[in-house]
């Protein structure tokens, strides 16, 4: 019977190419949508969409060097191949964010439509890169980190991170973006918990 291990290194370079293109791509085309409608996100994303929101950053920028220092956990607990992998995909989705508000925007969107839509791309995104062994680093690197030197459950360092994260969010948007932004949240998390199979693929 093959390990985790084994089964994730069965893909090939080119697999985990497309994966983590398809992937990133993805992830990116939500971001465009989630910046164009005001909204923000869980997780590392999240917190690099507010900071981008209240500095009037790129978003690609911030969101690269916010994950940076992520990578030291990320080597302690899950290698260096983990390590190599996220960083190319953080790389990509930085790239991605900047270049497609060149190619397209969203002037007129149903918000609730749009906040599901944008939790379906996300989770669509992530699926692909959990799939390749990859991830986008940050707070689900750390949260496992503490987990194994604490016994602290990640799952509930990600939420306390979220649960700050949108609580200050509330403070600087309107409370109606705030709201869309958590059920984008939720669309994402259930499509992770309904379509992810850690007994097959290893993710974050």
Request: proline share 2%.
């Amino acid at each position: 019977m093959q390990t985790k291990d084994q089964k994730a290194e069965n893909h090939t370079l080119f697999e985990d190419a497309q994966g983590f293109i398809f992937g990133t791509a993805m992830c990116a085309f939500a971001v465009v949508m989630l910046r164009d409608m005001g909204f923000i996100t869980g997780q590392t994303a999240g917190l690099a969409l507010l900071v981008s929101y209240v500095l009037e950053a790129p978003f690609g920028w911030v969101f690269f060097a916010v994950n940076l220092p992520f990578y030291w956990f990320g080597y302690k607990r899950m290698g260096m191949k983990f390590v190599l992998k996220t960083f190319v995909c953080v790389a990509l989705i930085s790239a991605f964010s900047e270049l497609f508000p060149h190619l397209v925007s969203f002037e007129q969107v149903d918000p609730v439509f749009g906040a599901v839509m944008i939790g379906f791309l996300q989770g669509a995104g992530l699926m692909a890169i959990f799939r390749h062994g990859g991830s986008l680093g940050g707070i689900g690197i750390l949260a496992l980190y503490l987990q194994d030197a604490t016994k602290l459950k990640a799952g509930y360092v990600q939420l306390g991170f979220d649960a700050v994260l949108f609580s200050v969010a509330a403070l600087l948007l309107p409370l109606s973006q705030v709201g869309y932004s958590l059920l984008g949240a939720v669309i994402l998390n259930l499509v992770i918990a309904i379509n992810h199979r850690r007994d097959r693929y290893i993710a974050m």
